[in-house]
């Protein structure tokens, strides 16, 4: 969260609001609170779903057909090569590992 704070703050618009559901890169980040006020931001942080909300949130991907953006599918003996490309400035959407059977 930390690291991309800054940039959740420059891309919302007015009114808008950044929830929060994880802190991978860091518990604090700095904030100028002007940018909040003068825009009437909004922030909260969320954990997970109910198990309803699970429920409503596969019925909407089914129905809208939605398709997950993936970055990469690798074998996952290059579980280290995946996470060396999470790292990277080029990657666009998930990393998946694949468990052969």
């Known amino acids: 969260m930390a690291a991309a704070w800054p940039?959740?703050?420059?891309?919302?618009?007015?009114?808008?609001?950044?929830?929060?559901c994880g802190v991978?890169?860091?518990a604090k980040a700095e904030?100028?609170?002007?940018?909040?006020?003068w825009n009437q931001l909004?922030?909260?942080?969320?954990?997970?779903?109910?198990?309803?909300?699970?429920?409503q949130m596969l019925r909407a991907v089914a129905v809208n057909?939605?398709?997950?953006?993936v970055d990469a599918v690798l074998?996952?003996?290059?579980?280290?090569?995946?996470?060396e490309r999470m790292e990277t400035a080029g990657r666009f959407?998930?990393?998946a590992l694949k468990i052969s059977e």
Not at 31 to 37: E, K, P, Q, V, W
Not at 75 to 83: D, F, G, I, S, V
């Open 93 to 95: 959407g998930k990393i």
């Open 24 to 26: 991978t890169t860091g």
């Open 75 to 83: 074998p996952l003996e290059k579980a280290r090569e995946a996470m």
């Open 42 to 55: 909004n922030a909260m942080g969320s954990t997970l779903g109910s198990a309803e909300d699970f429920r």
């Open 65 to 69: 057909k939605l398709k997950p953006v």
């Open 7 to 20: 940039l959740d703050i420059a891309c919302i618009r007015k009114g808008g609001r950044i929830v929060l």
């Open 31 to 37: 904030t100028d609170l002007r940018a909040f006020y």
